[in-house]
């Protein structure tokens, strides 16, 4: 799967798509973070199906890292 390039009135945002899985662990995450600067997109539109399963399982920890990094690049989600 590939993230696509959405500009909706003047915002632009890298989009997964729908019922695909994209990250298959936290640290996958670059790989958005990485689309978003080459793309000179601020946010991404990820569906549940792009997360990790273990996003969802909140002691797993993976959905505070991933959030937490798209935070230290200041991209939204």
């Known amino acids: 799967m590939e993230l696509t390039l959405v500009d909706a ?3 632009k945002f890298v989009e997964g798509t729908q019922n695909e899985a994209y990250l298959a662990r936290a640290r996958d995450i670059d790989r958005v973070i990485e689309t978003c600067f080459s793309e000179r997109a601020r946010a991404a539109l990820l569906y549940a199906a792009n997360l990790p399963a273990t ?3 909140l ?3 993976d ?3 991933i959030l937490q990094k798209l935070r230290n690049y ?3 989600l």
């Open 59 to 61: 002691s797993s920890g």
């Open 74 to 76: 200041r991209i939204r």
């Open 55 to 57: 996003f969802f399982d």
């Open 9 to 11: 009135g003047g915002v």
């Open 63 to 65: 959905a505070g890292a």
